[in-house]
């Protein structure tokens, strides 16, 4: 069973920077591209960033490209999402996700996600 536990959300002020984490408990983690969504209240699920289970390949979601990088560590078992110049409208609660597929951009590709992390930028 995959476990993962997202952290590093908080408040910041529109054009700071946040760096999320997300760990992720099985041994198999180097088998799993991981994949970055998000959610705002009373908004549907929308793909951030995704990278492939070696790191050789990310993909960004529209709104974020050029602001956010996404990385991963093997051998701890983590996946980071760096978000800079953020802005209000990217307030929302920021998951990380799992998958063995490679449809990276969609959720319901996806096997196992984490809790969730809230982020909030004020303008």
């Known amino acids: 069973q995959v476990q993962l536990i997202e952290s590093g959300g908080g408040l910041v002020q529109a054009g700071g920077s946040l760096r999320l984490s997300c760990a992720h408990s099985g041994r198999t983690f180097s088998a799993y591209a991981m994949g970055w969504f998000r959610q705002a209240p009373g908004k549907e699920r929308e793909f951030v960033a995704a990278i492939s289970w070696n790191g050789d390949r990310t993909y960004y979601g529209d709104s974020v490209k050029g602001r956010f990088t996404v990385s991963r560590d093997n051998a701890k078992n983590m996946v980071y999402l760096q978000m800079n110049s953020l802005k209000p409208e990217d307030t929302a609660d920021y998951y990380c996700?799992?998958?063995?597929?490679?449809?990276?951009?969609?959720?319901?590709?996806?096997?196992?996600w984490g809790q969730g992390t809230q982020v909030t930028v004020s303008s």
């Open positions: 996700a799992a998958t063995r597929r490679t449809r990276y951009g969609q959720s319901d590709e996806y096997d196992y």
